[in-house]
């Protein structure tokens, strides 16, 4: 059926059952050194046009003419659709929520997908869960490849000029996710 | 300006034989000395009789004194003042301060009402508020979980308390409340989360709900009548809220209505905008989406509307048509007409006759707008009164997924709700605008209760071939169509303008400073730099006769999410990223009300 997209699913569920550990506010502003994450976020081999590390964590594959990967395209596009009208254009933050983009890279996969599902609040700052929301959830991978690429400055601010195409096991996902 | 007054004191007359709870409001409105009112009037002119502060003497400016909010997010709308007392309102969680201007400004009495935090992230873009309003001793809050409360303008008590909305299903409020006659009327927020929009009015005494307007829906639901309701001079018909959408898409159809809301007594008409349609992506909602976008006109005792105006037929861009409606009486060739003038977020500037809703003046009011090449003004032709698009624009007619470039205004307007002011001594009006444009891609979207409901990805950008600014703050001339004089800005200009008899003309900028500037010429007069970016209202008041003016600063808001880290174009290519300015190399969080006055 779907290898890939039922994997993700068992990951979340089991992820959801962690406990959240010390996601302080305070990390979200900080800056990223992308030397200090080096080949975390290497693509070790890919499924139809979705990159995966050596850990099988969904990544960013970016190529040397700047083509990215369908995933990150569509992470930008439902990005600034669902998140940037309290994080800002490219991750980069507002006056009231974090630069997300170094959330995604500083928290990694499993606890950057559990509070974007659960959500979580510190005060009056609040960030809402999505574990709802198909267009948010059937995205989810490609939000976080996104804002992982931004963070470690693997792609520029603003839209992505090229792109692999859509492939069809994307394609069968999204359907198969948004009914 | 004669006849002005002439009008006034007619208003005056008509009010004072009709005992309404209100008159103690319209007599507080009436005195110069006092800020009674968010709009400044239920004209919504943000007009000052005051002139101790006049353009020769504005220079000497100096602040008087400061009061700290304690709350650090974006602070919009304006204190209040009414008698002896100032009250000053705060973002979430809405905290209201009493101020005893009589003892130094010594705290009366403070309310803060508990709030769940879930609703904070369901309100699009920052958690604002546009202030409380008074009327016969009550001070009204409307929440941003939409609780209506009336307090006890003595003592803060709480009086009544309605719900408005349901934040579960993304129902929230930013904006302040109307009180007029025996009512309070209300509105609502949540466009991006597919809320079906509505206006409420309220029993003053009591808080029972006395009728309900929804901006689409059956015509019981839309309080219209399909004989005498009338869009641009013809019956509207039946089912006009439902007949222009697909299938049951109106339930969850948006046209929200968090603007100003403004009144004429004589006419005993409401007016105020409705917002976008949802969603973002026009696709999913083919037909014109009335009432989405529209100008109405209501009945304030009934909700009936006597005429309705749709400016953005099925919306392509969030071109919400919330902002205020600036009434005034001007004379037409040679005619005195009853006026309505409002600055869309779509860029064009409308004159319309308030009584009837006949369109007089449609024109840009920033060259940059490009989306439309103009109305339709033939009351003949069969497009009468709409927008023509320009196909490169439409983000319907270039279709889903695909990224249609370069459209200007950006989806915060030309002008957002940052409200303009007129001086019926110049009359000219004084307007607060964006000059941003805007790369936007629709895409599909599903609808959960309670969940942003968007369906579009945007990028926006200062407009090209300009003065590289992304503001400016334009003199306009509502009669002939045209901008008299425009003041570029580095950023938008997010404040609302104050214009007095001292021939001054007030704003604040997002980098912190309050701007004075000569109403005639546009001459900048002075500035003075306040500790956050200002996108708050400038207000006036006086005592001991002495002129005070006083503006909230607050950095947040729209203004805070896209221009805290900088706006980059992607057409620029790479390069020029980091290109534009950032408002956090100006500013940071702050929530302060800042007072001036001239020295003793």
């Given at each position: 059926m779907m290898p890939t997209a039922s994997r993700t699913l068992l990951s979340a569920a089991a992820c959801a059952l962690l406990p959240v550990m010390g996601l302080a506010q305070s990390w979200s502003d900080q800056p990223v050194d992308p030397a200090k994450h080096e080949g975390e976020f290497d693509a070790a081999y890919d499924d139809d046009g979705i990159y995966y590390n050596a850990e099988d964590i969904v990544t960013y594959n970016v190529q040397d003419d700047g083509t990215v990967d369908w995933p990150t395209f569509s992470g930008f596009r439902r990005y600034h659709a669902e998140c940037h009208v309290c994080h800002g254009p490219d991750g980069e933050g507002s006056t009231y929520a974090p630069k997300i983009k170094n959330s995604a890279v500083h928290m990694g996969y499993y606890d950057f997908y559990d509070v974007v599902v659960n959500g979580r609040k510190n005060g009056n700052s609040v960030m809402p869960h999505f574990g709802d929301n198909p267009n948010v959830m059937c995205y989810l991978n490609d939000i976080y490849v996104y804002l992982a690429a931004r963070g470690m400055d693997a792609v520029p601010r603003g839209r992505p000029s090229k792109k692999e195409p859509k492939s069809d096991l994307v394609r069968e996902m999204e359907d198969a996710c948004m009914g | 300006m004669k006849k002005l007054s002439l009008f006034t004191s007619g208003l005056a007359l008509c009010i004072a034989t009709s005992a309404f709870a209100n008159d103690d409001l319209i007599k507080q409105m009436n005195d110069p000395a006092q800020w009674a009112i968010q709009t400044g009037d239920y004209e919504n002119q943000r007009y000052s009789d005051l002139d101790q502060i006049n353009k020769d003497n504005v220079d000497d400016l100096q602040v008087a004194w400061t009061f700290s909010t304690g709350v650090l997010r974006g602070h919009e709308g304006s204190p209040l003042v009414v008698g002896d007392t100032m009250y000053v309102h705060t973002p979430f969680p809405n905290i209201v301060y009493a101020l005893d201007l009589a003892d130094e400004g010594k705290i009366k009495w403070r309310y803060e009402p508990k709030q769940d935090p879930d609703v904070i992230p369901v309100m699009c873009c920052d958690t604002v508020n546009r202030g409380v309003a008074y009327a016969d001793g009550k001070i009204f809050l409307h929440q941003a979980d939409t609780k209506v409360v009336a307090l006890d303008s003595d003592t803060g008590e709480v009086l009544w308390e309605a719900i408005n909305g349901d934040p579960s299903k993304g129902e929230t409020n930013t904006a302040t409340v109307l009180p007029v006659k025996d009512k309070v009327i209300v509105g609502i927020s949540g466009g991006e989360f597919g809320v079906r929009g509505h206006v409420t009015a309220y029993n003053m005494e009591t808080g029972e709900q006395e009728w309900r307007a929804y901006s689409m829906g059956p015509d019981s639901d839309i309080l219209m009548d399909p004989e005498n309701t009338t869009h641009l001079g013809k019956p509207v018909g039946p089912d006009s809220g439902i007949n222009t959408w697909e299938g049951d898409q109106w339930m969850i159809g948006g046209g929200t209505t968090w603007g100003w809301y403004a009144v004429d007594m004589e006419e005993n008409l409401v007016y105020y905008g409705t917002g976008n349609p949802s969603t973002w992506n026009p696709a999913q909602r083919p037909g014109d989406n009335r009432w989405s976008m529209t100008i109405m006109a209501r009945d304030i005792d009934t909700g009936m509307a006597k005429w309705v105006y749709q400016m953005?037929?099925?919306?392509?861009?969030?071109?919400?048509?919330v902002n205020e409606m600036i009434l005034t009486d001007q004379e037409i060739d040679g005619e005195m007409r009853k006026l309505l003038t409002h600055f869309d977020r779509n860029g064009l500037g409308y004159t319309l006759d308030r009584v009837s809703g006949e369109l007089l003046v449609a024109e840009k009011f920033d060259p940059v707008v490009n989306w439309t090449t103009g109305v339709d003004m033939d009351p003949e032709s069969d497009t009468y009164g709409r927008p023509a698009v320009v196909a490169e624009y439409s983000t319907e007619y270039n279709g889903e997924d695909v990224n249609s470039t370069g459209i200007c205004p950006a989806a915060l307007g030309s002008k957002d709700q940052q409200p303009a002011a007129y001086s019926p001594r110049t009359e000219t009006f004084y307007v607060p605008t964006n000059h941003v444009c805007m790369d936007y891609e629709p895409f599909r979207v599903a609808y959960t209760a309670g969940q942003p409901y968007v369906g579009a990805t945007l990028a926006m950008y200062p407009a090209p071939d300009s003065h590289g600014g992304m503001g400016n703050f334009i003199a306009w001339d509502n009669i002939k169509g045209e901008i008299k004089w425009s003041i570029p800005e580095q950023f938008s200009v997010w404040s609302g303008a104050l214009a007095t008899a001292g021939d001054v003309v007030f704003y604040g900028t997002l980098e912190g400073y309050l701007k004075a500037i000569d109403a005639n010429t546009g001459d900048e007069l002075y500035k003075f730099k306040t500790p956050s970016g200002i996108i708050g209202n400038v207000m006036t008041y006086e005592r001991d006769g002495k002129q005070y003016v006083a503006v909230l600063s607050g950095v947040g808001g729209w203004a805070g999410i896209g221009l805290a880290a900088g706006l980059t174009n992607p057409n620029d290519g790479l390069g020029a990223v980091g290109g534009y300015a950032a408002l956090s190399d100006y500013t940071a969080l702050g929530g302060q009300l800042t007072v001036f006055a001239l020295p003793d």
């Open positions: - | 953005t037929p099925h919306d392509e861009w969030d071109y919400d048509g």
